[in-house]
């Protein structure tokens, strides 16, 4: 008499399709803290504030990077000073809604040291957002004001700048250091509210 087998179980679609690791989504979600979800893609940097509750997330706020065009940056809106600048502001937000504290979600991105993502948290916690993380992974100040991107500028390349390689103005990228300041202090100075993104 043949065995009866018992019906193959179906894992949920995101698990299929690699979008969501659903043991650490647990971990998170038992954490009890709203999660700074960082996302990167092709073209942005994007940071969220989710809070679960029962019945599903609820999205406090959704910062992008390209907000920092309205504050004058036209350099690249994934780099790592955008995404610091993009932490910056969302952890601004975060603290005039009343979110003091938040845990990370990287999602299925893998976890570098001075990534992009970790500098995205490193503006979110020089906000004054209190986020469980060793401070060992954040990059490198220098790096994080675009030090290393002026210095890329400024290399010869074949007897050519290498500024005429990328499409951002040669005049941002050398100063690029003292506008990231200036931006940054004008996210810090700005009333935090719905307008700050």
Same mark, same amino acid.
């Given at each position: 008499?043949?065995?009866?087998?018992?019906?193959?179980?179906?894992?949920p679609?995101?698990?299929? +399709?690699?979008?969501t690791?659903?043991r650490s989504? +647990?971990?998170?979600?038992?954490?009890?803290?709203p999660? +700074?979800?960082?996302?990167?893609?092709?073209?942005?940097i994007?940071?969220?504030?989710i809070?679960?509750?029962?019945?599903?997330?609820?999205?406090a706020?959704?910062v992008?990077s390209?907000m920092l065009?309205?504050?004058?940056?036209i350099?690249?809106?994934k780099?790592?000073?955008?995404?610091?600048?993009?932490?910056?502001?969302a952890g601004?937000?975060?603290?005039?809604?009343?979110?003091?504290?938040?845990?990370?979600?990287?999602?299925?991105?893998?976890?570098?040291?001075?990534?992009r993502?970790?500098?995205?948290?490193?503006?979110?916690?020089?906000?004054?957002?209190?986020?469980?993380?060793g401070?060992?992974v954040?990059p490198?100040e220098e790096?994080?004001?675009?030090?290393?991107?002026?210095?890329?500028?400024?290399?010869?390349?074949?007897?050519?700048?290498?500024?005429?390689?990328?499409?951002?103005?040669?005049?941002?990228?050398?100063?690029?250091?003292?506008l990231f300041?200036?931006?940054?202090q004008?996210?810090l100075s700005?009333?935090?509210?719905?307008?700050?993104?």
């Open positions: 008499m043949a065995r009866y087998k018992p019906p193959r179980r179906m894992p679609r995101r698990r299929r +399709l690699g979008r690791d659903y989504r +647990l971990a998170l979600v038992k954490s009890g803290k999660r +700074l979800v960082i996302r990167r893609t092709n073209r942005y994007i940071t969220q504030l809070e679960p509750r029962r019945g599903g997330d609820y999205t706020l959704t992008t390209k065009t309205k504050h004058g940056w350099g690249g809106l780099s790592l000073p955008a995404a610091y600048l993009t932490g910056l502001a601004r937000m975060a603290l005039a809604k009343g979110y003091v504290e938040a845990a990370v979600d990287i999602g299925r991105h893998t976890s570098h040291k001075g990534s993502l970790f500098a995205a948290v490193k503006g979110a916690v020089d906000a004054g957002l209190s986020i469980p993380v401070e060992e954040f490198a790096r994080l004001r675009g030090n290393h991107i002026k210095e890329y500028s400024e290399m010869d390349r074949s007897g050519h700048s290498a500024s005429q390689f990328v499409k951002t103005p040669a005049d941002f990228l050398s100063n690029l250091p003292q300041e200036e931006i940054k004008r996210i700005q009333s935090p509210g719905p307008n700050l993104g």
